[in-house]
């Protein structure tokens, strides 16, 4: 079983026994003397690995790490350590006469100064310092800020001070006159005015200048439109929900709650139920296939002889060959030709002396209903208060359907807003205590719904995919080698 264990080669051996150079007890073991060095290139990773493993190796790797440990522990080695780091001089049991003496009260706060064990933990322990952040120490201009100071100590050695040293030194020696506070009494002479008239007197200096300037120049504000002070909807904000959605509602309540939301899918039934009708093939058809669609395709496409067309005939041959009345159609008519000829001179006039005449009939049967029409005074003015009567009455109507639609959600963009689905619980749902009761509605699609519904943004949907390109599927070759 030795034999076998150690893989069966002759030439191999233990990592223990090839450490210790002694020859092992077991029949594989072979003398280290005899024993063929492994040469390989040191240059590669494998290299590496096999010196790491040769007792050489290990050796400098276990002193590498003695050397981390007394750096981390002590901060340095120990053999570099002076003797008064490493020993210390025992005077007797001072220390534990001292602990002694102590009362339960100092113990007590000397327990509670005592850090915790978890930040102990935490604590970072090596004595290594950290590297230094040579970025966080880095000043900008750090080369012409030293110059700078260079030169004004140079210069200060001559007797020159910079300018705001000056200036603090001459406000030292010649501090400025303090200013008087305002008591009570010149509070009280101060005019008084009204900020938000016309003509108060922070305005007077804007005043007679252009209003562009004072816009631009941010010295007046941009009147704002008085739309934006009113709101878009009087629904309220947060609808307060029916009293049948309570965790422990009537019966009446949640009976009536629950007729609502018969009545929805009732009603989303009916409108699934009228699109299929309308989409339905009607019952006296047929659906169209492949030869019906290409018959219909080629009508019109293809001539057909009914016979009409005999051999003989010849193009101007026919029926309508010798129709009088088409050739009547291409001779130009009488009339067109007595128009062509010019007018004589009584010609003229008579057709003159018609319009005028035509004319003064026309004037005269305007001024005799003018005429007329200070009779009918009294039905003309009855006549007009109906028609105001009329107007108001529809204003009234638009106006009453303004304020019934107020709180209504307004068509803002290509869709229509729907109202959501009524959140209810059946008869068999409803939980008799407050640990299984299961919440009901989403508050963020509530809260959506409602800008919706108070017309603050349009109804929208979710985005539909849609991919760019075709997927292609691509069987790989570590897939494609497995043969079950």
């Not at 210069?155 to 001459?170: I, T």
């Not at 900020?195 to 200048?209: F, R, S, V, Y």
């Not at 007046?220 to 009113?230: A, E, F, S």
């Not at 029916?242 to 018969?262: C, I, K, M, R, V």
Request: aromatic content about 4%.
């Amino acid at each position: 079983m030795a034999a076998g264990s150690n893989g069966g080669g002759g030439g191999q051996c233990s990592k223990s026994e090839a450490d210790t150079g002694f020859l092992g007890l077991r029949p594989t073991s072979v003398d280290p003397a005899l024993r063929k060095r492994r040469r390989g290139p040191r240059n590669k990773k494998r290299g590496w690995r096999r010196l790491a493993q040769e007792p050489l190796g290990l050796e400098v790797d276990q002193f590498l790490e003695d050397v981390r440990l007394q750096e981390r522990t002590s901060g340095g080695l120990i053999s570099e350590a002076p003797d008064e780091k490493l020993f210390f001089v025992d005077t007797g049991f001072k220390d534990k006469e001292l602990n002694k003496k102590r009362t339960k009260g100092q113990k007590r706060s000397l327990l509670l100064k005592k850090p915790l064990r978890s930040d102990l933990i935490l604590e970072n322990t090596s004595k290594v310092p950290a590297p230094k952040d040579v970025l966080a120490h880095q000043v900008p201009n750090a080369r012409k800020l030293k110059r700078k100071e260079q030169l004004w100590e140079r210069l200060a050695r001559q007797g020159k001070l910079p300018g705001d040293v000056r200036r603090a030194q001459a406000r030292l020696l010649n501090p400025p006159a303090a200013r008087a506070k305002p008591g009570p009494q010149d509070t009280v002479q101060r005019p008084f005015y009204d900020l938000w008239a016309k003509g108060n007197l922070l305005d007077q200096p804007l005043e007679g200048q252009d209003e562009f300037f004072l816009e631009q120049t941010k010295k007046k504000g941009v009147k704002r439109p008085q739309h934006l002070h009113t709101k878009p909807s009087q629904a309220p904000a947060v609808e307060v929900t029916p009293a049948g959605a309570s965790y422990n509602p009537t019966f009446e309540d949640h009976q009536n709650l629950l007729w609502a939301a018969h009545e929805v899918e009732l009603q989303r039934e009916k409108a699934a139920e009228k699109l299929e009708r309308q989409l339905a093939l009607p019952a006296s058809e047929q659906a169209a296939t492949q030869e019906s669609a290409f018959r219909e395709m080629c009508q019109g496409l293809l001539e057909e002889s009914d016979g009409e067309g005999e051999p003989g005939e010849g193009p101007d041959e026919g029926p309508e060959a010798g129709d009088p009345a088409s050739r009547g159609e291409a001779s130009p008519a009488p009339g067109r030709l007595a128009a062509l000829e010019k007018k004589t001179e009584q010609q003229r006039r008579r057709e003159k002396a018609a319009r005028m005449l035509r004319t003064q009939q026309a004037a005269v049967r305007a001024a005799r209903l003018r005429h007329q029409e200070l009779f009918r005074l009294r039905g003309i003015k009855a006549q007009v208060a109906r028609r105001l009567a009329e107007l108001a009455r529809r204003r009234e109507q638009r106006k009453a359907k303004r304020l019934a639609e107020a709180d209504k959600p307004r068509r803002l963009g290509r869709l229509k807003y729907q109202d959501p689905d009524i959140d209810v619980q059946l008869s068999s749902e409803l939980s008799d205590s407050l640990r299984t009761l299961k919440p009901e509605g989403n508050i963020l699609r509530d809260r959506f719904k409602s800008f919706q519904r108070r017309n603050l943004i349009e109804p929208r949907e979710r985005a539909k995919f849609k991919r760019k390109y075709k997927v292609k599927l691509v069987e790989k070759r570590a897939f494609r080698e497995i043969q079950l």
